[in-house]
């Protein structure tokens, strides 16, 4: 399936989780925390001004972004988890 978001909203795929504490402790799935760093799959047009012009969006497909830990919306596509958020949910693009 694909999707085409609306305005200035954008589809992340969450990057997997830590698996292993850095002194090498194995973490179970309960224990593991919601990912907060993804990478953009899909982006709208942007944001609608007063003026009727679009504002673009600051990312690129592909970008690897950090975002709120609870922020957004969790679906499932094809079989795989994807969150769709608005442009001012991201924190940051990691470089």
């Known amino acids: 399936m694909k ?9 992340i ?5 830590e698996e292993m504490t850095a002194g090498g402790i194995v ?18 047009p942007g944001r609608l001004l007063d003026s ?4 673009p969006v600051a990312l690129a497909i592909g970008d690897e972004v950090l975002f709120a ?7 499932e596509i094809d079989k795989k988890e994807v969150k769709i958020l608005r442009e001012s949910d991201i924190l940051a693009k990691v470089v």
């Open 13 to 17: 795929e969450p990057l997997g989780a």
């Open 69 to 75: 830990k609870y922020g957004g919306t969790d679906i």
């Open 27 to 44: 973490l179970p799935d309960a224990a593991k925390e919601k990912p907060q760093r993804g990478k953009v799959i899909a982006i709208g």
């Open 52 to 55: 009727g012009e679009r504002c």
């Open 3 to 11: 999707l085409n978001p609306l305005d200035d909203r954008i589809v």
